[in-house]
T-cell receptor
């Protein structure tokens, strides 16, 4: 079963614009992670935010976590054509015996 | 290359045949995961190992599926009597022990299975 639900399912923006992707989940979590996947390739870890953190930055990435609303957002600033990929949120659930549960993903297209 | 390695990258087989995938994790990682991903979906958890012990299996893992990690290093995922519904990308990932929480997963490039 998939826990996270990303929103929107697809996003198309112009190079240089910011991209905001949202994720909602259902259960208590230890942490929430975002991954990126280029077509036909494996997933690459982008950022991890723990349940006691509210915001985290890494380069052009900013992630927020609101555990009261069971939601997270990923912001990519000053997007580039190379950011075109699928993005997934994944939750490490409390007591879930150390596995990540992924959402269905968001397809981001950045037009040059 | 010190990343996660998966073989074969592509496998085409006829329904009813058996297939085996191999995963070589990052050497110092003691946790190894298998996920399955179909087109347009996120990865779905199949099973995971801590060292050689298989600690959890998903209900998705029917009795036709078996995974092993005999020496706590590489792992194999075997599918017996393949069905067309088994067609998917099989992803392997590894990670360092993070206690009860799951830390960053390092994924391989996947093994794509097509069952005709």
């Amino acid at each position: 079963s998939q826990q996270g639900e990303e929103d929107p399912q697809a996003l198309s923006i112009q190079e240089g614009e910011n991209a905001t992707m949202n994720c909602s989940y259902k259960t208590s979590i230890n942490n929430l992670q975002w991954y990126r996947q280029n077509s036909g390739r494996g997933l690459v870890h982008l950022i991890l935010i723990r349940s006691n953190e509210r915001e985290k930055h890494s380069g052009r990435l900013r992630v927020t976590l609101d555990t009261s609303k069971k939601s997270s957002s990923l912001l990519i600033t000053a997007s580039r054509a190379a950011d075109t990929a699928s993005y997934f949120c994944a939750t490490g659930e409390t007591g879930a015996n150390s596995k990540l549960t992924f959402g269905k993903g968001i397809t981001l297209s950045v037009r040059p | 290359d010190t990343g996660v390695s998966q073989n074969p990258r592509h496998k085409i087989t006829k329904r009813g045949q058996n297939v085996t995938f191999r995963c070589d994790p990052i050497s110092e990682h003691n946790r190894l995961y298998w996920y399955r991903q179909t087109l347009g979906q996120g990865p779905e958890f199949l099973t995971y190992f801590q060292n050689e012990a298989q600690l959890e299996k998903s209900r998705l893992l029917s009795d036709r599926f078996s995974a092993e990690r005999p020496k706590g290093s590489f792992s194999t995922l075997e599918i017996q009597r393949t069905e067309q519904g088994d067609s998917a990308m099989y992803l392997c990932a590894s990670s360092r022990n993070q206690g009860t929480a799951t830390g960053e997963l390092f994924f391989g490039e996947g093994s794509r299975l097509t069952v005709l």
